[in-house]
């Protein structure tokens, strides 16, 4: 938790290492007390205890030039939250493996996909990463699947109607 020091008083101001999708804030702590305030605009996000007075006390300090205290330390955790982004991506039998333009790794299972499950191998590697990488576009299948999707999604479902996957077996109750 990086700590702003510069700033006099009985409290500290700190960030979240991976509070990165949330607008930008800041955390304050006094004892046991504890309130989140927005930084554009400076409004009280959450407390955890401070008065209402004193909560007015802590917002006349953000009426200072502040944010230039957190860019001196490096706060980069204050920044606007940048997208994830494909940089490549790689496709197996079992899974989709994304590799992201900050350095992570993900992967999903290809069954999250019907689309892909029942697709070819060369029409699983006939794809188009969309636009500066916010997704994957598959031509020949009509599918398309987002970064944001992969990190935050669920499995696709089949719509109703569709037909089965190849080699199942319909059974009815």
Not at 29 to 47: D, H, I, S
Not at 67 to 95: K, N, Y
Not at 144 to 162: Q, T, W
Request: aromatic content about 10%.
């Amino acid at each position: 938790m990086p700590t702003v020091k510069e700033i006099a008083g009985p409290y500290r101001f700190y960030f979240y290492s991976f509070d990165c999708n949330e607008p930008k804030h800041v955390h304050v702590q006094r004892e046991k007390l504890v309130c989140k305030f927005w930084l554009e605009p400076v409004a009280l996000g959450k407390n955890y205890g401070f008065s209402p007075r004193e909560l007015n006390a802590i917002r006349q300090i953000f009426s200072a030039p502040i944010g230039i205290l957190f860019w001196r330390h490096g706060m980069s955790i204050a920044v606007s939250v940048i997208e994830p982004r494909l940089l490549d991506i790689q496709i197996t039998e079992d899974e989709i493996i994304a590799y992201l333009v900050d350095g992570r790794t993900i992967s999903i299972p290809l069954a999250w996909s019907w689309r892909l499950s029942e697709a070819t191998a060369d029409q699983r590697q006939n794809f188009e990463i969309i636009g500066d990488g916010q997704g994957i576009h598959w031509p020949d299948i009509d599918e398309d699947i987002s970064v944001e999707g992969m990190l935050y999604g669920s499995p696709a479902r089949r719509p109703k109607g569709s037909s089965s996957p190849r080699g199942a077996v319909a059974v009815s109750t």
